[in-house]
C-alpha cells in the first residue's frame, strides 16, 4: 500500500525552527520526483520545495530560500524549517511525482495527509 505521513508540525515562536519528516511506504523514492507543499489559512497550496532538479540540487520557492533544508535518509524525507516566520502557518504536505524532476501541483501522484505548522508568539 503506497502511503506518505507527515508528522513534526506544531507551535513554535517567530524565529524558532522545526523539523518535518515525510515517511513513505509501499514504494521506493528513488524513482520519483519529491514535493513539499503547503496550504495556509484561506490561502491556495504553494509548492515549498522539490527533489531532485536536473542537475540534483533541490528548488526552492523564493519565499523560503536560505531559511528552509530538504534532505533524505532512505524512504524518508525531512524538511528544517528555520527562522520560522507567522507567514510560514500553513498545513505541510510532501507529495511524489514518478520519473520526473518537476513538482507540478496537478501533476503529483501521491499526497500524504499533511502536518499543520504554527508560527505565533
Known amino acids: 500500500q503506497v502511503q506518505l505521513v507527515e508528522s513534526g508540525g506544531g507551535l513554535v515562536q517567530p524565529g524558532g525552527s522545526l523539523r518535518l519528516s515525510c515517511a513513505a511506504s509501499?514504494?521506493?523514492?528513488?524513482?520519483?520526483?519529491i514535493g513539499w507543499f503547503r496550504q495556509a489559512p484561506g490561502k491556495e497550496r504553494e509548492g515549498v520545495s522539490c527533489f531532485p532538479k536536473s542537475d540534483g540540487s533541490t528548488d526552492y520557492s523564493d519565499s523560503v530560500k536560505g531559511r528552509f533544508t530538504f534532505s533524505r535518509a532512505k524512504n524518508t524525507v525531512y524538511l528544517q524549517l528555520n527562522n520560522l516566520r507567522p507567514d510560514d502557518t500553513a498545513v505541510y504536505y510532501c507529495?511524489?511525482?514518478?520519473?520526473?524532476?518537476?513538482?507540478?501541483?496537478?501533476?503529483?501522484?501521491?499526497w500524504g495527509k499533511g502536518t499543520l505548522v504554527t508560527v505565533s508568539s
Open positions: 509501499g514504494f521506493n523514492l528513488d524513482v520519483y520526483a
Open positions: 507529495a511524489v511525482r514518478m520519473m520526473d524532476t518537476s513538482c507540478p501541483e496537478n501533476g503529483m501522484d501521491y
